[in-house]
């Protein structure tokens, strides 16, 4: 059993920057993909990044590519989300999840464990 804890979360301005990191437990980190997805109340959860065990380039979602960066820490099982250039419209609640497998999936229904999410809020 895998278990995820997000932190970093917090109130920036719009054009800010935030650094969210998620620690995982149990299970064999290095043999999960980690993702991030974020979720506004009334919408579906959103894809933002997700990177395979091996190593290899993170996948973006479309609304946060060429803003946002993913990585991951294998020796200290915790992967980071940073969060540059932020908007208004990235204000949601942001979960870490994670996977067996080097497949990197955007769809929420491929990963089987979740953290309880951070909350961002970008004022304008």
Partial sequence: QVQLVESGG???QTGGSLRLSCAA???TFNANTMGWF???PGKDRE???AVSWSGGAPVYGSSVKGRFSMSRDNAKNT???QMNSLKFEDTAVYYCAAR???AVPTQSEAYAYWGQGTQVTVSE
């Fill in 25 to 27: 437990s149990g299970g």
């Fill in 47 to 49: 894809f933002v990044a």
């Fill in 10 to 12: 917090g109130l920036v």
């Fill in 38 to 40: 974020r979720r506004v």
């Fill in 100 to 102: 067996s497998g080097s």
């Fill in 79 to 81: 992967v980071y989300l």
